[in-house]
């Protein structure tokens, strides 16, 4: 084979080398690029996702099924992010309470919505110096209890959330803030996504004002 021979043929596969260089970066760039934007994509999705809870509250401020709205919302956002491959899970709790009024004993409503995907075996409540435990709330079920109060002047209140599982362990404290003459919708959530691309989690509350009859 003579020199010219060999220098054409050491020149195509350099040419060639180059070439298949010069894709594999782009197919890089293409994926990083694919990457990048699908992990946009699903951070505005969780974003949507939270503004959702607050936007279902406001939407149901003025009806008496507020917790059935807020735990209808979650079963659906659950099934529409599994049939893209990502896992929702949220655990909810809301209070409300009827007009206070003062020095009379007023009831505060609990709910407590798991959609944990696993059962939680323990659960505490602690509201003003009062305790309720229950030994086992179901996966995608709702706790229904309830407390009570009496004050003289607006309050802030601690509800204290403590509940576990075969796997975790948590304890939150929620504010209660009581008002006279205000009726009150309170929501506290902890609500988490993961795909094979990210995991992200917030934990929020919302207060809604239902009604108040307080003079200006």
């Known amino acids: 084979m003579r020199k ?28 990083e690029n694919k990457r990048f934007l699908e992990l946009g994509l ?6 949507n996702l939270r ?20 735990n209808n919302f979650i079963s659906f956002s659950k099934d529409s992010f599994l049939s893209r491959a990502t896992i929702l899970t949220a655990i909810g709790l809301t209070a409300t309470f009827p ?37 086992s709330v179901g996966k995608s079920s709702v706790l ?17 959330l ?16 009581v008002e006279i003459a205000t009726t009150k919708f309170i929501g506290f959530f902890d609500i988490k996504i993961v795909s094979n691309r990210l995991m992200q989690r917030d934990k929020f509350t919302e207060i809604i004002v239902l009604n108040s009859t307080r003079s200006v």
């Open 99 to 135: 007009n206070v009024a003062q020095n009379i004993t007023t009831p505060l409503n609990i709910t407590v919505m798991n959609y944990l995907d696993e059962d939680i075996t323990s659960l505490n409540l602690t509201f003003n110096n009062t305790l309720q435990s229950f030994t």
């Open 42 to 47: 699903e951070n505005l999705e969780f974003q």
């Open 4 to 31: 010219g021979q060999i220098f054409i043929i050491m020149a195509i596969i350099v040419i060639v080398a180059m070439v298949l260089l010069k894709t594999s970066l782009n197919l890089t760039s293409i994926l």
């Open 162 to 177: 403590n509940y576990s599982s075969s796997s975790f362990n948590s304890s939150e404290n929620i504010t209660i803030p």
């Open 51 to 70: 503004n959702e809870f607050t936007k279902t509250m406001q939407i149901s401020y003025n009806q008496t099924n507020i917790s059935s709205n807020l």
């Open 144 to 160: 229904v209890t309830n407390f009570s109060f009496n004050t003289s002047a607006n309050i802030n209140y601690s509800l204290v």
